[in-house]
């Protein structure tokens, strides 16, 4: 029902930016929320941040929060999650995922994406 894809991971060095992309698609795609999630190799998903497609709200988790910015194209079909400031911590896959308003639970999520790698060296 709702099809979500990345794009824009790749390698950085540390306090580089990169800026990822979430594009959706689907005839209810709208209802829902998106969410950023990371994973790194041998730890769980973790919540970074969300989004509602109104832009009235926009919640982000404490490791990121001041670093990362949530948004939304003019078509309103893509949301961007642009990350500033880069740590070597901050490396993981990258996904987006679209689930309810206020939920930071990845078992919470309707519909995930691939994802999209982010390294980030030191």
């Known amino acids: 029902q709702v099809q979500l894809v990345e794009s824009g991971g790749g390698l950085a060095q540390a306090g580089g930016s990169l800026r990822l992309s979430c594009a959706a698609s689907?005839?209810?795609?709208?209802?829902?929320?998106i969410h950023w999630f990371r994973q790194a190799p041998g730890k769980d998903r973790e919540f970074v941040a969300s989004?509602?497609?109104?832009?009235?709200?926009?919640y982000y988790a404490a490791s990121v929060k001041g670093r990362f910015t949530i948004s939304r194209n003019n078509a309103q079909n893509t949301v961007y999650l642009q990350m500033d400031s880069l740590r070597p911590e901050d490396t993981a896959v990258y996904y987006c995922?679209?689930?309810?308003?206020?939920?930071?639970?990845?078992?919470?999520?309707?519909?995930w994406g691939k994802g999209t790698l982010v390294t980030v060296s030191s």
């Open positions: 989004f509602t497609w109104s832009g009235i709200i926009k």
């Open positions: 689907g005839r209810n795609f709208s209802s829902y929320a």
């Open positions: 995922a679209a689930g309810p308003i206020g939920a930071s639970n990845s078992n919470a999520m309707n519909y």
